[in-house]
Nanobody
């Protein structure tokens, strides 16, 4: 299983970015997919989660209304559309897969991770 994120970069406050995560996994459609970001305290906080067939999504309070998670089970890809970016959104963003398909907000339950993509928002 391999997860490869892309789409990060430097953007001014108020701008937008679209992150992508391509997943090499035969059973991608059965996995819960989630974006996390690294905090300054070196913890991984949940940004957005999407269930196996996109029937359920969940967002961290600080991104509600600004970010949208989606997935394409044909392309084995999960996306994170990030609008109205703020300097506080700066960080390393990771894509993670829970192949059991369960809904979990705890990063410790995710068994596969990408290498991360850096998002930097300037003021």
């Amino acid at each position: 299983v391999d997860l490869v994120e892309s789409g990060g970069g430097l953007v001014q406050a108020g701008g937008s970015l679209r992150l992508s995560c391509v997943v090499t996994m035969r059973t991608f459609s059965e996995a819960t997919m989630t974006w996390f970001r690294q905090t300054p305290e070196n913890e991984r906080e949940l940004v957005a989660l999407i269930s196996r067939h996109s029937g359920y999504t969940y967002y961290g309070d600080y991104v509600k209304g600004r970010f949208t998670i989606s997935r394409d089970n044909v392309k084995n890809t999960v996306y994170l559309q990030m609008n109205s970016l703020e300097p506080e959104d700066t960080g390393l963003y990771y894509c993670a897969a829970d192949t059991t398909g369960s809904i979990s907000y705890n990063p410790r339950t995710y068994n596969y991770w990408g290498q991360g993509t850096q998002v930097t928002v300037s003021s």
